[in-house]
């Protein structure tokens, strides 16, 4: 009986010093989900409910009419087929670049130090400054021109033809693929270099290694990978905006710049229904990836 008090008392006491702990907790975590909640969730509740209504002044209920005009506008139609045009080709070469260049510095090749110093270096480097760089680079007068010429190759046009796209893509590319390499890098190294060893002493080839190991134990630093870059796919309307302006041409015209303009002509009904489009979009995108990472991982066990 005095054993089962003596329990009982040791358990209020975890539970009393729990419940402090959650409350000191909460109290540590307030002022980051009052600010959240402020800057990001409210407003974001608010462009939603706009989007269902005439204007921002009478509020008039008009169910999906916007989200019809919306998807009526040529203009809106051609800046979602460019975003998704520009992730579906960005996020693999990414991948596949920041995968390989990551496989190459987990080993021990000449100045991986440096190396892996000079992919960090866009994280920390104002994009706004190196703009002017990829903007001498791509102007018709540029370096690139320049060296074209010098190989009796045309000059070309960057910033006003298709080949625009490509500017920016290798502008993201050269922005994001640093972050994915040390993420990479972090999940090679916590493979043991056991498996390595004991396929070796079976004979097993370097290919059949990469898929039935490395590929098998990166699959959740890569499903994050994705998520992220896709994320940060997105998010490219600055170095477009920096480097093309307000309206740049059409193969880079991105649905951030579609809200930007809705948002200087205060066409607000437009933009909170193209936002919340976009925010429907990820949303399912991200949801697609989780059922099958989901999937992957039943498979495997």
């Given at each position: ?164 796209r490509y500017v920016i893509i290798v502008v993201y590319l050269w ?127």
């Amino acid at each position: 009986m005095k054993k089962r008090f003596i329990r009982h008392d040791v358990a209020m006491k975890i539970k009393k010093r729990m419940r402090k702990d959650s409350a000191i907790a909460w109290i540590f975590l307030a002022p980051s989900a009052v600010g959240f909640a402020l800057f990001y969730l409210i407003p974001f509740v608010m462009g939603v409910f706009y989007s269902f209504v005439d204007n921002a002044v009478d509020r008039h209920f008009v169910g999906l009419e916007n989200y019809s005009e919306l998807l009526a506008s040529g203009s809106f139609r051609k800046a979602a087929f460019n975003t998704f045009y520009f992730s579906a080709v960005g996020v693999p070469i990414s991948l596949a670049l920041s995968l390989g260049l990551a496989l190459l510095l987990n080993t021990n090749i000449y100045l991986r130090k440096w190396l892996r110093t000079a992919y960090v270096l866009p994280l920390v480097v104002p994009v706004a400054s190196i703009v002017f760089i990829w903007q001498m680079l791509f102007d018709w007068n540029g370096s690139v021109n320049a060296w074209l010429n010098d190989f009796g190759i045309e000059r070309v046009d960057w910033m006003k033809t298709e080949a625009a796209r490509y500017v920016i893509i290798v502008v993201y590319l050269w922005k994001n693929i640093g972050y994915n390499v040390i993420l990479f890098l972090a999940g090679l190294q916590q493979i043991p270099k056991d498996y390595y060893e004991t396929a070796q002493v079976e004979g097993v080839g370097r290919l059949r290694q990469f898929g039935s190991i490395t590929l098998v134990y990166l699959t959740p630093t890569m499903f994050f990978v994705v998520i992220l870059s896709i994320m940060n796919s997105f998010k490219v309307f600055r170095e477009t905006y920096l480097i093309a302006g307000d309206y740049p041409h059409d193969s880079i015209y991105m649905l951030q710049h579609y809200m930007n303009n809705m948002f200087t002509s205060l066409d607000i009904q437009k933009l909170t229904a193209a936002a919340t489009l976009m925010v429907v979009c990820i949303l399912l995108i991200v949801a697609g990836l989780f059922a099958l990472e989901r999937r992957y991982r039943q498979f495997m066990e």
